[in-house]
């Protein structure tokens, strides 16, 4: 015999025995319920205009401070002299943020890019830094960078 088969015999089996027990005892007929449990679906409306909540202004962005530029100019060069060359750079992009006509800024900033392998932001901050002081101490410096950087790209 097919198992299809058997299970088929099972099912009567059951239902006859629990007829004879009254186990299950069908519902009573009685009105039709299914239109009482299943409204007819409403009309569909336009949602009601729901207001977006205001937000709070924003606050405006900070000012250039440079007692702040100093202070990123020394965590640079520490991160700088450790090796960490991102960090470093984070910290000269703040100093020059702070203090837009800081040489040394621009030219350790352009110290860093050129460790990162980056030589075209490397030459503009070295150029800015040229822009800043048109002599000194880092302009000397930046000098002798673009001229590095030059050799180095024509192959000498």
């Not at 207001?51 to 900070?62: E, I, R, T, V």
């Not at 990123?72 to 703040?94: C, H, K, P, S």
């Not at 837009?100 to 030219?107: I, N």
């Not at 980056?118 to 002599?135: F, G, I, N």
Request: charge should be positive; glycine fraction near 6%; charged fraction near 20%.
């Amino acid at each position: 015999m097919g198992r299809g088969v058997a299970a088929a015999g099972l099912l009567v089996m059951l239902v006859s025995l629990c007829a004879a027990q009254r186990i299950y005892e069908p519902p009573a007929p009685g009105p039709d319920r299914s239109q009482a449990a299943h409204p007819a679906p409403a009309r569909r409306t336009a949602p009601p205009a729901v207001q977006k909540p205001q937000l709070p202004p924003l606050a405006p962005p900070p000012t250039p401070d440079p007692l702040v530029a100093v202070h990123d100019l020394r965590v640079g060069t520490f991160y700088y002299n450790r090796g960490a060359y991102v960090g470093a750079l984070a910290r000269f992009e703040d100093a020059i943020y702070n203090d837009p006509h800081s040489a040394e800024a621009y030219c350790r900033a352009g110290d860093t890019e050129r460790k990162l392998k980056h030589a075209l932001p490397a030459k503009v901050d070295w150029q800015h830094c040229l822009q800043a002081a048109e002599s000194g101490k880092w302009a000397k410096h930046a000098r002798r960078a673009l001229a590095k950087l030059a050799r180095s790209r024509t192959g000498r």
